[in-house]
């Protein structure tokens, strides 16, 4: 069974950046789809980024995209989202998820092992 672990989080003021990370064990992710995805209060989780196996595949949300950068290294067993001009309306806690296929997705349920998630705040 495999643990996920994010970490990264903070309190930033707008137009400023954070580096998220996510550490899985127990089992590898080398040959499988990461997301992140995040959730703010009273809010469905959404999808922020995905990327394939060997980052071939990336796939953002329109929200994020030019602003955030999902990474992975395979010989760490972990997946990173660099988050650059940060807005208040990136508030929420963030989570990272494997699915066991070597597609992206952009859907929760599509993902088969989640993370506890990491906050972040963004202040105007």
């Known amino acids: 069974q495999v643990q996920l672990v994010e970490s990264g989080g903070g309190s930033v003021q707008a137009g400023n950046s954070l580096r998220l990370s996510c550490s899985a064990s127990g089992r590898t992710v080398s040959n499988y789809a990461m997301g992140w995805f995040r959730q703010a209060p009273v809010l469905e989780r959404e999808f922020v980024a995905a990327?394939?196996?060997?980052?071939?595949?990336?796939r953002y949300a329109d929200s994020v995209k030019g602003r955030f950068t999902i990474s992975r290294d395979n010989a760490k067993n972990t997946v990173f989202l660099e988050m650059n001009n940060l807005k208040p309306d990136d508030t929420a806690r963030y989570y990272c998820a494997v699915r066991w296929s070597v597609v992206p997705a952009d859907l929760p349920h599509q993902y088969d092992s989640w993370g506890q998630g990491t906050q972040v705040t963004v202040s105007s």
């Open positions: 990327i394939s196996p060997r980052a071939i595949n990336l």
